[in-house]
């Protein structure tokens, strides 16, 4: 009974010892591989960085104007409206800010009044036309001249002679039609009318004159009547002293050729039926003789400043047309006063130059195209010209700075395009181009960082200062050889793989290398399509681990196996078992 027992119990250890603890293992005759194919595909290679949105250039919101006080001019202006609101798009050149200045129009009105009578009293003085003012040479002087057609009187200037301002130099005359003021008595003047024919006896020359009423005045004017001639068909006068009222009419004729101011003629009237005392048929004989005043058209001809008569034209009594030449005058005092006055014209030109220029700035416009970033002033506050209100910046051609490390930095070229995404705008993106990389990297807790300018093609929807990532393109390739990175190793200076053969021998072949991402490589020689490289293999383990057989509380030797193969390569290929002394 005791040796069952012990039979018993023998038997269970060894079968739980057996359970428990599992054989020893038996060695593989040769290292188990990883390996991938090689296969044909597209690789591109880029680097990505993060930053912030700045806008490229921008634009100040000014009040035309300098700075300061400007004279002439107004001092301030008064904002009348505000036509956009900060994120407003705008043109360049859209009207966005009106202002106003009262001040200035009625600036502007006074000089051009001023001006004008300025123009226009030199102009007469140099005899040019306002136009011709800036031709004119102060040196030459002044030039009197005919103001009508008609015949030279009362020359009294010789050259050499000194001419004061005023004083008249001659008269011109128009002799073909003269002029005499006639006094009526009250029983006369109602017999009188406009248009009336009168008749003129002279005693100089025998025969009548005609001549006509052109004006009638109906007020009596109180007269010495012993100062008036009587006419020769009423006798004389009688010397007392005695006043009455007497009327006046203007009477006009064509000259003969002898009238002259200060003739005296007996006046007649033409009535329509009757006869008078003197007997002759037709004409009303007036009381009072009459003195011929005047030529009908008559100018004076006065200097205009105080000068020397450098030239005499014409003589006493000659016939002259409008514009000739009469006197010339010239003189140091009147050349500056020539000078002073084209120069004060010339001032006020300028002054008029500046307040109109002011007055067509009282719209500021948008200097750029862009994005209304900032307002400092409102509607009815007071702005200095030139002074800062606002700013405007330009969303199509932004910015975006960012970091690369010693290792992208060699990836990234200037002028290589790049794709630009924002975190506020998911689906779209916008395109760039590297503008600038850093030449020398700074150091940044231990990790040398290069700089990246990008410049990038925006639209209206960006705003400075939104998060955005850029994809720098590095290059690309369409249709080629690609090999996993856990692959490629280098010896002596040359990269090389190792293929498993199909007789499980490993070979190391080298190989050329073009792009490269994190994941894969461009083979350009070296290997051909559905090779399999070697990703990884037993050998490359610890001499401390192991893999193990199948157990069942312990790792299995695939799964081991699986794990080790993992730390090189996350995409693990079939596991091929080589010969000994294969690696």
């Given at each position: 009974m005791i040796i069952l027992i012990l039979i018993i119990v023998f038997g269970g250890g060894t079968y739980a010892y057996r359970q428990l603890v599992p054989p020893p293992e038996q060695e593989t005759q040769g290292p188990v591989y990883s390996t991938q194919p090689v296969t044909r595909g597209d690789i591109s290679v880029g680097v990505e960085i993060t930053g912030t949105l700045n806008p490229s250039r921008g634009g100040s919101i000014q009040v035309p104007g300098g700075y300061g006080p400007m004279k002439p001019g107004v001092n301030s202006y008064m904002i009348a409206e505000v036509l956009v609101e900060e994120g407003t798009p705008v043109k360049q050149g859209q009207v966005i800010i009106r202002l106003s200045a009262a001040e200035l129009e009625t600036k502007i009105k006074s000089l051009e009044e001023q001006l004008q009578t300025n123009r226009e009293l030199l102009a007469e003085l140099m005899d040019v036309s306002v136009e011709k003012l800036h031709q004119v040479d102060p040196a030459y002087g002044i030039t009197l001249r005919a103001p009508i057609d008609g015949r030279v009187v009362g020359l009294e200037v010789q050259e050499g002679d000194e001419v004061?301002?005023?004083?008249?130099?001659?008269?011109?005359?128009?002799?073909?039609?003269?002029?005499?003021?006639?006094?009526?008595?009250?029983?006369?003047?109602?017999?009188?009318?406009?248009g009336q024919q009168a008749f003129l006896r002279f005693s100089e020359f025998n025969g009548f004159t005609k001549a006509q009423v052109t004006d009638v005045n109906p007020n009596p004017i109180p007269e010495d009547l012993s100062k008036l001639a009587f006419s020769g068909f009423y006798g004389t006068g009688t010397g007392q002293g005695?006043?009455?009222?007497?009327?006046?009419?203007?009477?006009?004729?064509?000259?003969?050729?002898?009238?002259r101011p200060g003739m005296v003629a007996d006046v007649g009237l033409a009535v329509d039926s009757g006869s008078n005392s003197s007997g002759t048929f037709g004409i009303k004989w007036l009381r009072y003789k009459s003195q011929v005043e005047a030529f009908v058209k008559?100018?004076?001809?006065?200097?205009?400043?105080?000068?020397?008569?450098?030239?005499?034209?014409?003589?006493?009594?000659?016939?002259?047309?409008?514009?000739?030449?009469?006197?010339?005058?010239?003189?140091?005092?009147?050349?500056?006063?020539?000078?002073?006055?084209?120069?004060?014209?010339?001032?006020?030109?300028?002054?008029?130059?500046?307040?109109?220029?002011?007055?067509?700035?009282?719209?500021?416009?948008a200097p750029m195209d862009g994005i209304v970033a900032r307002l400092e002033k409102q509607a009815g506050q007071t702005v200095q010209p030139g002074e800062w209100i606002g700013h405007i910046y330009n969303t199509s051609d932004m910015r975006l700075w960012g970091q690369v490390d010693d290792v992208d930095v060699l990836l990234v070229q200037q002028g290589a395009p790049v794709q630009v995404t924002v975190d506020a705008l998911p689906g779209k993106s916008f395109e760039g181009v590297v503008e600038r990389v850093d030449t020398m990297g700074r150091d940044e807790n231990g990790i040398t960082r290069f700089g990246v300018n990008i410049k990038v093609k925006g639209t209206p929807e960006l705003r400075p200062g939104m998060q955005a990532k850029a994809y720098i393109n590095a290059g690309s390739a369409e249709d080629v050889l690609l090999v996993p990175l856990e692959a490629i190793f280098e010896e002596d200076g040359q990269a090389k793989?190792?293929?498993?053969?199909?007789?499980?021998?490993?070979?190391?072949?080298?190989?050329?290398?073009?792009?490269?991402?994190?994941?894969?490589?461009?083979?350009?020689?070296?290997?051909?399509?559905?090779?399999?490289v070697i990703?990884?293999?037993?050998?490359?383990?610890?001499?401390?681990?192991?893999?193990?057989?199948?157990d069942t509380f312990l790792p299995s030797s695939s799964e081991n196996n699986q794990e080790q193969n993992g730390s090189r390569n996350n995409r693990t290929g079939g596991g091929q078992t080589a010969s000994p002394g294969s690696r």
């Open positions: 004061k301002q005023g004083q008249i130099v001659a008269r011109v005359v128009d002799d073909s039609r003269f002029r005499m003021v006639v006094k009526l008595a009250p029983t006369e003047f109602k017999q009188v009318r406009t005695v006043y009455g009222y007497v009327y006046q009419i203007t009477v006009e004729g064509e000259n003969p050729g002898l009238i008559e100018e004076r001809v006065i200097s205009r400043a105080d000068a020397l008569a450098t030239r005499v034209y014409v003589r006493e009594m000659e016939m002259v047309k409008a514009g000739d030449p009469l006197v010339s005058l010239a003189g140091k005092d009147l050349q500056k006063d020539i000078e002073d006055k084209l120069n004060q014209i010339r001032e006020q030109e300028m002054e008029l130059q500046q307040l109109r220029a002011q007055l067509s700035q009282l719209e500021i416009r793989v190792e293929i498993l053969q199909p007789d499980g021998m490993v070979k190391v072949v080298p190989v050329q290398l073009g792009l490269m991402n994190d994941r894969v490589a461009e083979v350009k020689s070296g290997l051909e399509e559905g090779q399999l990703t990884g293999s037993t050998a490359d383990l610890l001499p401390s681990q192991r893999i193990q057989s199948n």
